[in-house]
């Protein structure tokens, strides 16, 4: 797949976040394959997560095609960016469409992006998982490679104090080791959920802010982000 757009955003990307000064943290980079399909599959906390998910794949030169809300695709602006980077559209009223184009990428041997989530945590705690993730890798027989972020809430959430203005937050970016999916979707899921889990709580255990009392940290934690929405 030719990509034309992809490369000048993630340039662009990685200079704005630099003139902000973000901390970015990547660790596991090495378990993205570095040719043939695979499903990425994160957890979901902020609006920016499919940039910084996508960061993962760099060290093996990989560019991810994220599924995403149609609604992103028909925005005046990051329309044309989303269709120039070959992400998949999700019509909810049209799920089969949208699945077997993410199917036919993996047959094309790319890396596919999903959230299994479907939507931002408010809490910013994994919330239960969709089956998606799973049935897309059974289906093109690839592996799951989970990932964790965490700090992205920070520069742009539902929250009214996220703010993209800030700058020297830390982010962390953790890539699991791949996994294969069996012959229950269901199974593979709920494993998949443990395994971004874990790898969500270790990156808040080695965190350098101290978030006690901050609204980017859960209730758990000793934050005041929602306990359940």
């Known amino acids: 797949m030719t990509d034309i757009v992809y490369p000048p955003v993630v340039a662009a990307a990685r200079a704005s976040f630099l003139a902000l000064g973000l901390k970015i943290d990547v660790v596991g980079a090495d378990h993205v394959p570095t040719s043939g399909p695979a499903v990425l599959a994160s957890n979901h906390v902020s609006h920016l997560d499919f940039i910084f998910a996508g960061l993962g794949a760099r060290k093996s030169r990989r560019y991810v095609r994220f599924m995403a809300k149609k609604p ?40 596919v992006g999903i959230f299994p989530e479907a939507t931002i945590s408010r809490t910013f705690e994994p919330k239960e998982f969709k089956t998606g993730a799973a049935r897309l890798a ?9 990932v964790a972020l965490w700090g992205t809430q920070r520069l742009w ?41 874990d790898l969500v709580h270790e990156s808040q255990h080695v965190y350098p802010d101290d978030g006690a009392g901050q609204w980017w940290q859960p209730r758990r934690l000793g934050g005041t982000a929602p306990e359940v929405v």
Do not use: C, W
């Not at 890539?175 to 494993?191: C, I, K, Q, S, Y």
């Open 72 to 111: 992103i695709f028909t925005h005046r602006v990051a329309g044309p960016l989303m269709r120039g980077m070959h992400h998949i559209s999700v019509d909810r009223a049209h799920g089969a469409q949208s699945f077997q184009v993410a199917l036919t990428a993996l047959a094309e041997g790319e890396v």
């Open 138 to 146: 059974a289906a093109a027989d690839a592996p799951i490679v989970p």
């Open 157 to 197: 959430t539902y929250d009214e104090n996220s703010s993209l203005k800030q700058r020297g937050v830390p982010i962390l970016i953790r890539v699991g080791e791949p996994m294969t999916v069996g012959g229950d979707e269901h199974a593979a899921t709920d494993e998949l959920r443990a395994r971004i889990t």
